[in-house]
C-alpha cells in the first residue's frame, strides 16, 4: 500500500526548507518538496502538472509573496503569489480530492486591539501585503474545498532571510543598533510551526474534523527590541542596543502596533504544547551552532 503523499511548494524558503529537515521524523508519508522552478503556484499548467504527477493529499503551501515594503508598489505580484495562486491551489484541490493547508500572517490585523487576538477577530490589515494575505483567505475559505490555514507571526530559522540571521550579521558589524520597541508581538521558530503542522496533517480529519482557521506563533510576546536583545544575549555578542519608537524608523507598509495571537484553539484542538519563544530561540542559535 502506497502511502500518501504530501506536496510542498516554496521548498526553499525557510518553512519550506525547515519541513525538508524534518520529514525523516514522518516516515508514514511521502514528501514533495517543491520549488518555484518545479512548481510556480501562479500558472495553472504547473499546478496541473505536479497534481497529476504527484496525486497529493495534502497541498501544504508555504510559497508566499513576503517583501511587505516592496508590496505596496509591487501590488500586481503580491496579489498573483498571495491571491490568485491561491485561487488555482485551490481548484487544483478540488479536482483532485486533496486538502490545502496554507500559510497566513498576523499582518491581517491593524494592531489596534490590546488582548491576543482570536481567529474571531475582525481583519482589518495595514499594508498591502497584508491584505493581499487576507484576501488569499477569504479565496480559499469560499472555495469549498478542505483546508487548514494557519496565521503565524516573525517567523525565523537558521535558513533563509531573517530578523535573528539579519541581527546576527549587524550585531558582529557594529557597535550600537536602535531597534523598534513599540510593535508588539511573538516571534515564530519555523521548526516549531513545521511540527504543529504534521501534527495538523497527521490528524484523523474522517472521525474529528478540524479544518479551518487557527493562529500559531510561540508562547510570549516581544517588542523587536526585546528579540533583538535576546538574541545578543543568548549569542553572547557585545553590542549597545537602543530602543526606538516605529515614528523614528518610517517604512513604505504600515506595521501592526499589537499582533499578539491567541493560541487557545490550536492548543485544544490538537493538543499540542507551545514553547515560550526565548527558549524556542536558544534551539535555533544551537542550531546554527552546528
Not at 62 to 82: C, F, G, L, S
Not at 245 to 270: D, E, Q, V, W
Not at 274 to 282: D, F, K, M, V, Y
Amino acid at each position: 500500500m502506497s502511502k500518501p503523499t504530501l506536496l510542498i511548494t516554496g521548498a526553499n524558503g525557510q518553512l519550506g526548507f525547515t519541513l525538508r529537515q524534518i520529514a525523516p521524523i514522518y516516515p508514514a508519508f511521502d514528501f514533495v518538496f517543491t520549488s518555484i522552478e518545479e512548481l510556480d503556484i501562479t500558472n495553472e499548467q504547473s499546478i496541473t502538472n505536479a497534481f497529476d504527477q504527484y496525486r497529493p493529499v495534502w497541498c501544504i503551501n508555504t510559497a508566499a509573496y513576503t517583501a511587505v515594503d516592496k508590496a505596496e508598489t509591487e501590488r500586481q505580484a503580491a496579489y498573483a503569489i498571495n491571491v490568485e495562486a491561491i485561487r488555482l491551489l485551490a481548484e487544483a484541490c478540488k479536482k483532485y480530492g486533496a486538502a490545502l493547508l496554507h500559510i497566513s500572517t498576523d499582518f491581517v490585523f491593524d494592531g489596534s486591539k490590546s488582548l491576543p487576538l482570536t481567529e474571531e477577530d475582525i481583519a482589518q490589515p495595514l499594508n498591502y501585503y497584508g491584505e493581499s494575505k487576507f484576501q488569499g483567505e477569504i479565496v480559499l475559505q469560499q472555495s469549498g474545498i478542505r483546508h487548514v490555514i494557519v496565521r503565524t507571526s516573525w517567523l525565523y530559522s537558521p535558513y533563509g532571510n531573517n530578523f535573528v540571521k539579519n541581527m546576527l550579521r549587524l550585531g558582529r558589524e557594529q557597535s550600537e543598533l536602535k531597534v523598534i520597541d513599540d510593535q508588539i508581538g511573538t516571534p515564530t521558530f519555523a521548526e516549531d510551526l513545521a511540527h504543529v503542522i504534521m501534527t495538523i496533517i497527521r490528524h484523523d480529519h474522517r472521525t474529528q474534523p478540524a479544518y479551518g482557521l487557527y493562529h500559531y506563533s510561540n508562547e510570549g510576546a516581544a517588542s523587536w527590541y526585546d528579540f533583538a536583545h535576546a538574541v545578543f544575549d543568548l549569542a553572547n555578542i557585545r553590542v549597545a542596543l537602543y530602543p526606538i519608537p516605529t515614528s523614528a524608523y518610517p517604512t513604505p507598509a504600515r506595521r501592526p502596533h499589537y499582533s499578539l495571537m491567541n493560541k487557545a484553539k490550536i492548543k485544544h484542538r490538537f493538543g499540542i504544547s507551545i514553547p515560550h519563544w526565548r527558549e524556542s530561540l536558544q534551539r535555533c542559535l544551537l542550531l546554527m551552532n552546528k
